[in-house]
T-cell receptor, first 107, second 119 residues
């Protein structure tokens, strides 16, 4: 049973394209996190959301608590955005992670 | 820029042996976490730690696992008797404030990971 589902699993885009990665969850949560995992394995925290929308540079994250859904958008994508993007939710004492979306941006 | 460090980068051990994975969180951070990622699978939460106590732990974190902050800088994960299925990448992370706190800015700093291989 997956508490967190991400789509798509894999995504290939041309440089400059607008990208959307989706995350749905099935449990009540305190907060939702978006993480970026680089090809070498390192993980970087991008956002924490409990409501609304956040923007950081070319990245935008939104969450709809009623629909249990979040999206991560990348505007003007660049090859250096190629990575695995992971959605994670915190519920009470637990963190639940999605399986990640592998993004490849082609020059 | 401050960073979380982990040692060793790769640990190979025999089944049944004890291993200690070490992490040095960012110096002014107060909350510490361990996660693991089995190859090809998703990241899994193990434990969080604050004020020298476990704050939260997952079902994975059974009696074989323990965490400790032996001094002011290190944060360790011990696996008492390793099993083949413990083979994974183990990530340490730290935050200044709790991830659930109202003043949390969202940034959890992750270490580069320790790849544990149990033979």
């Amino acid at each position: 049973k997956n508490e967190v589902e991400q789509s798509p699993q894999n995504l290939t885009a041309q440089e400059g394209e607008f990208i959307t990665i989706n995350c749905s969850y099935s449990v009540g949560i305190s907060a939702l996190h978006w993480l970026q995992q680089h090809p070498g394995g390192g993980i970087v925290s991008l956002f924490m959301l409990s409501s609304g929308k956040k923007k950081h540079g070319r990245l935008i994250a939104t969450i709809n608590i009623q629909e249990k859904h979040s999206s991560l958008h990348i505007t003007a994508s660049h090859p250096r955005d190629s990575a695995v993007y992971i959605c994670a939710v915190r519920r009470r004492a637990q963190f639940y992670f999605g399986t990640g979306t592998s993004l490849t941006v082609i020059p | 820029e401050p960073e979380v460090t982990q040692t060793p980068s790769h640990q190979v051990t025999q089944m049944g042996q004890e291993v200690i994975l070490r992490c040095v969180p960012i110096s002014n951070h107060l909350y510490f976490y361990w996660y693991r990622q089995i190859l090809g699978q998703k990241v899994e939460f193990l434990v969080s730690f604050y004020n020298n106590e476990i704050s939260e732990k997952s079902e994975i974190f059974d009696d074989q696992f323990s965490v400790e902050r032996p001094d002011g800088s290190n944060f360790t994960l011990k696996i008492r008797s390793t099993k083949l299925e413990d083979s994974a990448m183990y990530f340490c992370a730290s935050t200044l404030s709790p991830v659930s706190g109202a003043d949390y800015r969202g940034e959890q700093f992750f270490g580069p990971g320790t790849r544990l291989t149990v033979l």
